[in-house]
């Protein structure tokens, strides 16, 4: 049975309708926007696990190489500004397997997560499809581009989080050396681990905006607040900066945390339209009074 079908069906029930017999009713559209998610993540997977052996030396492994694109990046950077420091020409750090079945293990779970990030946009749009039919017709143009502001902003973050802050991180730990009698060698799970986390978690955080027109929308945050909040927001910035990027550089920590203060800015911008939006509704519904 489609989803409109079960919608209209749940539309032309009676007025005195069972309440449980509708919230089964919503479950059981839930179910299926979330077994179609689960297949678009499925067929994903089995993408990255059939060409894994491409994925594993090009994208996986990627950060180990010195000839990553974002270390030639850093060296023609250090060239620009003749700071030699600046370019990476080592990682000496191992990647080694402590388990039976660890490298088994690490392609199903980097298949996965690839699976999980190519088909996050499709999981956006499966929930914007169940919860339109919920909102007035307003609501409705007023987050039509929900979708694609969100994929767009997890893409950048995910990008952000591949390219500068993972290797910077891994870079810097891999080079870390507190005695020449210890040598650094990581398991594949802690390295897997490390990339997906840094990866990941920039890809949510990139999703600021977004969480502000929804805090905004419901009243729980306003432009005002930001504002004022503002200093607090840039020390909380820094020392996220700080622990993403271990390193001392002081630069290394602007590449990071210039484009947090711009996501922080630009949420003060849409908690300002969306309190616009606000205003202007109150002072039409006065005016028809």
Request: aromatic share 12%; hydrophobic share 50%.
């Amino acid at each position: 049975m489609s989803d409109n079908k079960i919608v209209k069906a749940i539309k032309d029930k009676s007025k005195d309708l069972d309440v449980e017999m509708s919230f089964f009713d919503h479950i059981e559209i839930l179910r299926w926007h979330l077994i179609r998610s689960s297949i678009a993540v499925l067929v994903f997977t089995i993408l990255a696990f059939v060409y894994y052996d491409w994925v594993f030396d090009n994208v996986i492994m990627g950060p180990m190489r010195t000839d990553f694109w974002t270390y030639r990046m850093l060296c023609k950077l250090g060239d620009y500004l003749q700071r030699p420091g600046f370019c990476i020409d080592k990682i000496p750090g191992k990647i080694i397997n402590t388990e039976m079945a660890g490298q088994f293990t690490l392609e199903l779970n980097s298949a996965l997560i690839i699976g999980i990030t190519l088909g996050f946009p499709y999981l956006l749009w499966e929930v914007w499809r169940f919860i339109k039919p919920a909102l007035h017709e307003k609501e409705r143009k007023a987050a039509s581009g929900f979708v694609i502001y969100a994929s767009l902003l997890f893409l950048l973050g995910i990008m952000f989080g591949y390219f500068i802050v993972a290797p910077e991180s891994i870079s810097f730990l891999a080079n870390l050396s507190v005695s020449d009698k210890i040598e650094n060698m990581f398991t594949v799970d802690s390295y897997l681990s490390s990339v997906a986390t840094l990866t990941l978690a920039t890809g949510v955080v990139f999703q600021l905006p977004i969480i502000v027109y929804i805090l905004s929308t419901l009243g729980i945050l306003t432009p005002a607040f930001m504002r004022n909040g503002r200093r607090f927001a840039i020390v909380g910035i820094l020392v996220i900066s700080a622990v993403i990027t271990p390193t001392p550089d002081m630069l290394t920590m602007s590449i990071v945390s210039v484009p947090l203060f711009i996501l922080y800015e630009v949420g003060i911008v849409v908690a300002g339209v969306v309190e616009k939006r606000k205003l202007k509704r109150q002072n039409q519904l006065v005016k028809t009074q």
